[in-house]
């Protein structure tokens, strides 16, 4: 019978290590504000744009207007839900382009795990005590070729990691 044997990770605290990652942050603030917002503005303007024509009775036609009043509730729910809008918008592009990164991270998971004998590897946090030992972050980043800053090495204080 094989032998259960545990191991654990912080794989977000690798994932920040990656060459990449703060350039991802970076696409993610111009993903915000080139797309997100003018987006927002556009909505907008659309609103405003067939508020008026809706409101200006004389001049529109009452089919137009049949037409514009399909079209205003839509835009009202896009405009009052923006924020929740544009938070999904971001985390799709968010796991977009984190999506990889993480990936490379994972098979250096399995690759260590298969290496070290682990049959299952859990999220640290899922541990309120846990022997040092079974910490793969230091293989992991090896196997990455990461430097490990000294918080993140196993042993380290609980306040600094």
Do not use: C
Not at 61 to 72: D, F, T
Not at 136 to 161: E, F
């Amino acid at each position: 019978m094989a032998q259960t044997k545990f191991g654990y990770i912080r794989v977000d605290d690798v994932v920040a290590l990656m060459p990449g990652t703060t350039k991802i942050d970076s696409l993610l603030e111009l993903y915000q504000r080139d797309t997100i917002q003018p987006e927002y503005a556009s909505i907008v303007e659309q609103y405003q744009f067939n508020d008026s024509l809706y409101r200006d009775s004389l001049k529109t036609p009452a089919s137009v207007r049949g037409e514009i009043a399909k079209k205003l509730p839509g835009l009202i729910y896009q405009i009052q839900n923006w924020q929740q809008i544009s938070q999904q918008a971001l985390e799709a592009k968010q796991n977009q382009l984190l999506g990889p990164i993480y990936n490379e991270v994972y098979n250096a998971i399995k690759a260590v795990a298969k290496e070290k004998g682990y049959t299952h590897v859990l999220n640290k946090e899922a541990f309120l005590v846990a022997p040092e030992g079974d910490d793969m972050i230091v293989a992991v980043a090896t196997k990455l070729k990461l430097k490990l800053p000294p918080q993140l090495q196993p042993g380290s204080k609980p306040g600094t990691r």
